[in-house]
């Protein structure tokens, strides 16, 4: 058993590293692993921070994910609906479907993410696939590219 406590948005002994490698098109985040596989759960939970008017990029992977909310607020693209989310919610986003998440709130927007340990490489949209999200208003305002 190992407990790792808590203090100003950063655990004990977690380093705060980059959110992805140079090339992704994201804004003010970072991430912390908290769990890598334990025998039993082949999971890795990570807690990623937004900084405000920050966001993550806009993507989909063959894999489904688990957000928590756990600090502030702001809104995330699941799908092709936009949501405002707040510390609590919980959004689960399954397999190919392009999500972002983004600070709006004048706050930092922090959520934790459950993954499999091994997972695919993120999808980036093509120009086909933003010319069909943009189609809808608030897609279109919301998502940064």
């Known amino acids: 058993m ?28 970072t991430k912390q692993i908290l769990s890598e596989e334990l025998a039993d759960i082949p999971c890795q939970l990570r807690y990623f921070e937004i900084a405000p008017e920050g966001y993550s990029t806009l993507e989909h992977h063959e894999h489904a994910h688990l957000v928590i909310i756990f600090r502030g607020a ?46 695919d490489k993120p999808v980036l949209p093509s120009p086909e696939d933003m010319e069909r999200l943009r189609r809808d208003p608030d897609v279109a305002a919301f998502i940064r590219s």
């Open 2 to 29: 190992l407990i790792r406590h808590l203090r100003d948005y950063q655990w004990e002994n977690i380093a705060v590293l980059p959110y992805k490698e140079e090339g992704h098109h994201y804004k003010r985040i």
């Open 74 to 119: 702001g809104e995330a693209l699941v799908g092709d609906k936009v949501f405002p989310v707040q510390e609590k919610d919980v959004i689960t986003i399954p397999a190919h479907t392009w999500h972002q998440f983004r600070a709006s709130q004048g706050t930092p927007f922090g959520f934790l993410c459950l993954v499999n340990v091994e997972r």
